[in-house]
């Protein structure tokens, strides 16, 4: 419980209080310290946080992006699919293309 409170704290009394109660968390107290006066270690952490959240951000897009692929895949399918059904009923290409909102290309000729 204590580490989860170290790793919360915002402010130097904070961690100073956390410090004082265990002696493993005065260390990190102590190393927190002195990396956070290191300019070169802080750029690094900046770093590492920037290209967290650009890895997300972007990982995040290529998800909804083959959702919104997928989607329109299955809609495209399923509507063929449907055409195919409607024309094997009988049913004119013209009519299957208008109810279904496709153009006669879309919809299967008379060898169905």
């Known amino acids: 419980m204590r580490r989860a409170r170290f790793l919360a704290a915002d402010t130097d009394p904070d961690l100073k209080a956390l410090a004082e109660e265990d002696v493993v968390l005065k260390g ?20 590492r946080e920037l290209a967290l959240v650009t890895y997300q951000f972007e990982r995040t897009a290529a998800r909804e992006e083959g959702e919104t692929r997928g989607r329109a895949e299955g809609k495209a399918e399923g509507l063929r699919e449907a055409a195919r059904r409607l024309r ?25």
């Open 28 to 47: 990190a107290t102590a190393e927190l310290v002195r990396r956070s006066g290191d300019i070169d270690a802080r750029e690094l952490a900046k770093q």
């Open 88 to 112: 094997a009923t009988g049913i004119a290409r013209e009519q299957v293309a208008a109810a279904l909102g496709l153009t006669l290309e879309g919809v299967p000729g008379d060898d169905v």
